[in-house]
């Protein structure tokens, strides 16, 4: 892919100037050869993918299918994913509703192969896959330049995602402390330490509420469906992260932080 995000600034100022011009930003990757060469051969191709063997047999469907929802590091476990997507979602029992990575329940949910007609057929399922695939591209190339962005993008699509479940509150914290991603930037925007994630879980989960009602004003995760929340557990984390770094706010160049882009996705 030739593409890459301009990011003239760092800290929590590049998040804003990424934030604002994010949309422009987008609309440029849209027109990058690879990405349209791996739309096109997706929309030609994907009607025929009716089940999971299908789909994971064609290698570059399935690239595209796995990108869509940050999962393309997994490309090689092709029984895993086969396993998971046949299976679908119905019963507490199933693989995908047993991982902590609610990211491949909600894989399953899309493609729905475990229906007697799956959606890969319905009109307007390519268009809401690469919808997401570009999201994620997008997501990608950002985090080729500044990690923690990619992070806090990351965390921007699951957290009201989290707080729109019906979940417990206490079972939505589980799975927040089961996401590397979003441990560190609670993690980090909570000024918690290194050793937190060798806590017992129960004990995690009863300081992340505490700090998030003494930070946030509300324990729960639910919280996370107010944007004004969400930007304000974005600053927090940006600005302490840019401090740990030892990163002054008055650069004005972005330098691409060490292995910015190595094995990103294991970390979701």
Do not use: C, H
Request: proline content about 2%; cysteine-free.
């Amino acid at each position: 892919m030739t593409y890459s995000v301009s990011l003239p600034l760092s800290g929590y100022s590049g998040w804003t100037f990424l934030k604002r011009t994010q949309d422009r930003q987008m609309a440029a990757l849209a027109k990058d050869p690879q990405v349209t060469r791996d739309e096109a051969y997706f929309r030609s191709r994907i009607q025929g993918a009716t089940t999971a063997e299908a789909l994971v047999k064609d290698k570059r469907l399935l690239r595209v299918a796995l990108r869509a929802f940050g999962l393309e590091g997994d490309v090689g476990k092709t029984y895993f994913i086969t396993k998971v997507l046949a299976e679908g979602t119905d019963a507490s029992t199933d693989l995908a509703n047993k991982l902590s990575d609610k990211r491949y329940a909600q894989l399953t949910d899309a493609f729905g192969f475990a229906d007697r007609t799956p959606a890969t057929t319905d009109e307007g399922f390519a268009d809401r896959i690469l919808q997401l695939y570009r999201e994620q591209t997008f997501e990608k190339a950002v985090g080729d330049v500044n990690s923690s962005y990619r992070t806090a993008l990351f965390a921007e699509t699951q957290l009201p995602n989290m707080a729109a479940s019906t979940s417990s509150e206490r079972t939505k914290w589980y799975s927040v402390i089961g996401s590397t991603a979003l441990s560190e930037v609670f993690q980090t925007a909570f000024g918690l330490s290194s050793s937190f994630g060798a806590l017992d879980v129960d004990l995690q989960v009863d300081m992340l509420q505490k700090k998030s009602r003494q930070v946030l004003g509300s324990s729960s995760v639910s919280q996370f469906s107010d944007p004004a929340k969400m930007e304000k557990l974005m600053k927090l984390y940006l600005v302490r992260n840019q401090i740990a770094e030892g990163v002054t706010t008055t650069n004005t160049t972005v330098t691409p932080l060490q292995n910015a882009s190595s094995g990103f996705l294991s970390r979701y």
